[in-house]
């Protein structure tokens, strides 16, 4: 969507909104670290974000590859930032074909700063020489496709301190196609208004967005400040001047001064705000929530589907996707990215080809072997690894190797169930609990338009001992309303399912609209989830030495032990998906350490069986209520 259509609908609601600037950082880990933390900030509501460019080389890249990633896997409708420097011809129209194809339909046209070595700015050999050839370059060349922003600038820029010569320029970029305009930060809001009647005088009605920096620490508030060549009010300094030292103090004084400086430029006329991020979050968030403006019980965050929509090239339309990635976006958004088409209404043809390649960038486990150590601890047995799973479902870690988020808000109605099960040993992997027709606009459970109702089935997705897996399909047969997959790492799919066909787990009825089933269950989704699934658990045991007990019990966990999700197609129970397990766990006793002390040379042999074959002998007891 075009930010001026965004910021035309957002006016017309009444409600102000914002959107955050990010920059490729210089490290892989750095980078990996920022895809994780743009994912959380998408939870505040912005917008749109924005991405910087960084001239020349690997860095231009990896704005062009963040936007991709933004877009396709984060489902963040993002801005492109494009310079003049060091960009002739060929590199321009090079990263707006990129730009083009990874669904970006914004671009912010700069002239851009000159390259350090240089002290002037000059334009390269086939280049633009002003952020106006590039607006009319873009619009020659795409025609509507992009939205195209420009500088605004209310207190000057570097080499050029005059107003009614910049407000000229500002002019003809305008007049060449800009549709908005970003200041440069600012904290004198009274100088800033002067500047937009200014602006407004010279017959440029395009929106504005002000750039705003939050204030992190007192020497990067004055450091970034002064680089900008920014006007700090008297009274900020202050306020703040007294308690530099203390960086908490620092933090809460300028996010009220930051939240103040907002409310007076809503007060005047101003609807929309762009808060230069540098990256962080704590900052930012703590400015929105001293305007109530995160998402609450009384501000709700309406999703337009269960899961995150992309906003990739061709994916827009797509509103159907398999409940086994609901924990793993990017995973699936990576396997199905080279698709033609994708589902909507119905899951269709597009499943076919095989969900793309398990060595596909993000697919695997990330994290370095040791951070994953960190992360997770060194598992010696099966009771620590299910009190693993329970630290998670508590929230007293944030991920598992198959979840990259926290559990959400929605688990509370089941999560007692969940701790229960892991507990005894049952390893709960993926979960959702029935919904019988909550309003759409619900805080955890609502999605899509207003003024519907939506529904799920209780849903579950396990990794289960091969001692209790004949009991529990046994179990399930006799359960009309239950209907299973399940698999091992080598083995063939076993289903009672009565067709291949797709079992819609979730759905809303919505006035004037068909309904939608956003998540399904079937057999070839669950396939292709099977491999990457025990895949996760082989990447995991990997990060231990070949020779440890930790490593040796993850193996013999993601070789021997099944994979099953459960569905009860009774929408309006919550229990049964549970009490099937009544009486069913494994005997952490008799287990208690199956692979210490084991060396590369060792096998551990139960009955003269192998550990990469064997069950222990009583590995699992059935035990009756």
Not at 60 to 70: D, K, N, S
Not at 252 to 277: P, S
Not at 497 to 522: R, Y
Request: net charge negative; hydrophobic share 35%.
């Amino acid at each position: 969507m075009h930010i001026k259509q965004m910021l035309t609908e957002a006016e017309g609601t009444g409600q102000p909104s914002f959107s955050f600037e990010y920059f490729p950082p210089k490290t892989a880990q750095g980078v990996q670290n920022l895809y994780d933390r743009m994912g959380r900030m998408y939870n505040f509501g912005p917008k749109f974000i924005d991405i910087t460019w960084g001239a020349g080389g690997r860095i231009a890249e990896l704005t062009c590859e963040m936007v991709h990633q933004a877009q396709a896997v984060h489902g963040l409708e993002t801005c492109m930032h494009l310079t003049c420097t060091d960009m002739g011809m060929e590199k321009v129209n090079d990263a707006l074909k990129r730009a083009y194809k990874a669904g970006c339909t914004n671009i912010l046209a700069l002239r851009g700063d000159p390259p350090r070595d240089q002290e002037k700015w000059t334009a390269t050999e086939d280049g633009f020489q002003y952020a106006r050839d590039l607006v009319k370059h873009i619009r020659k060349e795409f025609g509507d496709h992009f939205d195209i922003g420009v500088a605004g600038y209310p207190e000057g820029c570097d080499d050029n301190k005059d107003e009614d010569q910049l407000l000229d320029h500002l002019k003809e970029k305008v007049d060449e196609g800009a549709s908005f305009i970003v200041t440069q930060m600012f904290y004198d809001v009274d100088n800033f208004i002067r500047w937009v009647k200014k602006v407004r005088e010279k017959g440029i009605t395009i929106p504005i967005l002000p750039g705003i920096m939050p204030v992190a620490t007192y020497a990067s508030f004055l450091r970034r400040a002064n680089h900008m060549q920014c006007k700090i009010p008297q009274t900020w300094l202050d306020r703040l001047e007294p308690v530099k030292n203390d960086d908490v103090a620092v933090r809460e004084i300028g996010t009220t001064l930051v939240a103040e400086m907002c409310r007076k430029l809503l007060a005047n006329g101003i609807f929309h705000l762009h808060f230069y991020t540098m990256n962080l979050a704590q900052a930012t968030r703590m400015v929105l929530e001293e305007l109530q403006w995160t998402p609450s019980a009384e501000r709700p965050l309406q999703p337009a589907l269960p899961w995150k929509p992309s906003k990739g090239l061709g994916r827009r339309d797509e509103d159907v996707r398999p409940i086994f990635w609901r924990n793993r976006t990017k995973a699936y958004v990576l396997r199905t990215q080279d698709w033609d088409e994708f589902p909507n209404g119905r899951w269709g043809d597009s499943r076919s080809p095989a969900f793309g390649e398990l060595d596909a960038y993000g697919i695997g486990l990330t994290g370095s072997n040791e951070a994953n150590r960190k992360k997770w601890g060194e598992p010696r047995s099966y009771r620590d690894i299910a009190e693993l799973f329970v630290k998670y479902l508590k929230n007293e870690i944030e991920t598992l190797p198959w979840s990259e988020s926290p559990l959400t808000g929605e688990a509370d109605a089941i999560r007692e169930n969940l701790v229960n099960l892991n507990r005894r040993g049952i390893l709960t992997v993926n979960s959702q609990p029935a919904v019988d027709g909550v309003k759409s606009s619900h805080p955890v459970h609502g999605w899509g338009p207003s003024n519907g109702y939506v529904y799920q089935k209780s849903y579950l997705e396990v990794l289960v001992h091969p001692r209790l897996y004949q009991e529990l399909t046994s179990r399930m047969a006799k359960h009309e309303d239950l209907t299973y997959y399940a698999v091992t790492k080598s083995g063939q799919l076993e289903t009672n399912a009565p067709s291949d066909g797709p079992n819609a787990v979730t759905w809303g009825v919505f006035p004037g609209k068909e309904i939608v089933q956003p998540t399904i269950v079937e057999s070839v989704s669950f396939l292709a989830w099977r491999d990457e699934a025990f895949q996760l658990g082989m990447d995991w045991a990997k990060c231990f030495d070949s020779g440890s007990a930790s490593r040796k019990l993850i193996e013999h966990i993601m070789t021997d032990w099944h994979l099953i999700n459960i569905v009860n197609n009774d929408f309006h129970d919550n229990e049964s998906i549970f009490k099937l397990f009544d009486g069913l766990e494994i005997d952490f006793k008799e287990l208690e350490s199956p692979f210490e002390g084991q060396t590369d040379n060792q096998e551990s042999v139960t009955n003269g069986t192998p550990a990469s074959q064997a069950v222990p002998k009583e590995a699992a007891a059935l035990v009756a209520n």
